[in-house]
């Protein structure tokens, strides 16, 4: 038992290692795209060093990458360690899930990539955010269904309901013609600051860590508590 253990966890441990080279990736490029000059055509001039600017790139789509990123990958780390190794019913779950999980963690880092490829280009990035969240909301409809029958799946479900209002925000204020187009890339802005806040406050529990039991057994049977 000991030796299996060891197994998946050194399983979970290359799967996180390869989902965070995806995410850093994301990161590294987003910055560069926003930080680091564009190369000039042939035989075209540099502006005056008079004009320089601090910001290459759309600034507001940087920060809609960032505040989602975040919570996206440090969510789907603590949900694989509390799912697969730490938490009440890491023993008991479904064959095959871990594979699906990740599956479908690691395209969300490829889409998380393509928003840092897009960043000069504010509706291709905004569809591709929308792909982002219902793709999220199937991951969690997935997590949700295929976890243990008597285990704790309120964080997949506040994640899965949490994007689904956040996906119907965004087609509402990008996707309409309500809004003035130079302001609805502020307005996606604050739904991606907002959704963030959001998920933090609600799923605290599993940021936190909180959700391994507060007390277990020693082998005599005895209740021990946890630190």
Known sequence: MAQTNERLKRSIDSLQRLYSIVIGLAITEALRRTLVPPALPPGAVAAP???????????????????????????????????????????????????????????????????????????????????????????????????????????TAKWGLLNVAALVLVAFVYDTTLLFEQTRAHWVLAIAVLRTAADYAINWELYSGYLLPSTAADPQGRRLEMT
């Open 49 to 155: 060093a008079g004009t320089a600017t601090l910001f290459y790139g759309n600034v507001e789509l940087l920060l809609i990458l960032l505040v989602t990123i975040v919570p996206i990958y440090h969510g789907a780390n603590l949900y694989l360690d509390d799912t697969y190794l730490y938490g009440k019913h890491a023993d008991r779950q479904k064959r095959y899930a871990l594979l699906g999980d990740f599956a479908i963690l690691f395209l969300e880092g490829i889409i998380l990539l393509s928003l840092a490829l897009t960043l000069n280009d504010a509706a291709s990035f905004v569809k591709a955010f929308q792909v982002l969240l219902a793709l999220d909301i199937a991951w969690a409809v997935w997590a949700y269904f295929l976890a243990a029958h008597d285990s704790d799946t309120s964080h």
